[in-house]
């Protein structure tokens, strides 16, 4: 049995794409996890992906891990919501000026509150500044991303609200256990 999954990608091809959303209310900060941290890396894919059928990276071993945190120019934003981490986005920055946003969400507790719209400008906006943090960088011409219909059912929404333009669209077919998500920890939807 399986299952049709559509996978839209999209771009912005300049800075001045960038829709930026308004700050949510409360206490939220955005701060770069500056030190490569597999181990906090794997946290806040799994909490976030765990219900959106987040599973490629779930085999990796913490060497595979710090290879892919290591990689020249790669950041990672975190938004804190009163200290407590609300979600992240992970840059990946390519040869030819294209930075790619790897993942980009919320873990459930904090979607619906303004969150998400706030964390994918400031991961787009640097995106579009990454080559001034990091000397020697082909300064950025794209920042692209991908989603899917297993994710978030507000994910292709905002991406466009933030001035996202979608280039290309993929209709595949998955075996039905890709839709089933593992959750942030063995058994969590048992």
Same mark, same amino acid.
């Given at each position: 049995?399986?299952?049709?999954?559509?996978?839209?990608?999209?771009?912005?091809?300049?800075?001045?794409?960038?829709?930026?959303?308004?700050?949510?209310?409360?206490?939220?900060?955005?701060?770069?996890?500056?030190?490569?941290?597999?181990?906090?890396?794997?946290?806040?894919?799994?909490?976030?992906?765990?219900?959106?059928?987040?599973?490629?990276?779930?085999?990796?071993?913490?060497?595979?891990?710090?290879?892919?945190?290591?990689?020249?120019?790669?950041?990672?934003?975190?938004?804190?919501?009163?200290?407590?981490?609300?979600?992240?986005?992970?840059?990946?920055?390519?040869?030819?000026?294209?930075?790619?946003?790897?993942?980009?969400?919320?873990?459930?507790?904090?979607?619906?509150?303004?969150?998400?719209?706030?964390?994918? /400008?400031?991961?787009?906006?640097? =995106?579009?500044?990454?080559?001034? #943090?990091?000397?020697? &960088?082909?300064?950025? $011409? +794209? @920042?692209?991303?991908?989603?899917? /219909?297993?994710?978030?059912?507000? =994910?292709?929404?905002?991406?466009? #609200?933030?001035?996202? &333009?979608?280039?290309? $669209? +993929? @209709?595949?077919?998955?075996?039905?256990?890709?839709?089933?998500?593992?959750?942030?920890?063995?058994?969590?939807?048992?």
């Amino acid at each position: 049995m399986s299952i049709t999954v559509t996978t839209w990608y999209l771009e912005q091809t300049s800075p001045d794409d960038l829709r930026p959303a308004a700050a949510p209310d409360g206490d939220v900060t955005v701060v770069r996890a500056e030190v490569p941290s597999p181990e906090f890396s794997r946290f806040l894919y799994s909490a976030v992906g765990g219900d959106l059928c987040w599973v490629d990276r779930l085999g990796l071993t913490h060497a595979q891990w710090r290879e892919l945190l290591e990689r020249p120019g790669a950041e990672t934003w975190v938004a804190y919501d009163r200290g407590t981490p609300a979600g992240y986005v992970e840059l990946d920055p390519q040869d030819d000026g294209v930075v790619e946003i790897m993942y980009f969400g919320l873990i459930p507790a904090f979607r619906g509150r303004r969150i998400g719209g706030h964390l994918l /400008s400031y991961g787009t906006a640097r =995106a579009w500044d990454l080559a001034d #943090r990091w000397p020697g &960088r082909t300064p950025t $011409t +794209r @920042v692209r991303l991908n989603t899917c /219909s297993l994710d978030g059912e507000h =994910a292709l929404a905002n991406y466009r #609200r933030r001035g996202f &333009r979608v280039h290309d $669209t +993929r @209709v595949t077919e998955k075996p039905a256990e890709a839709a089933v998500a593992p959750g942030p920890w063995p058994g969590a939807y048992a």
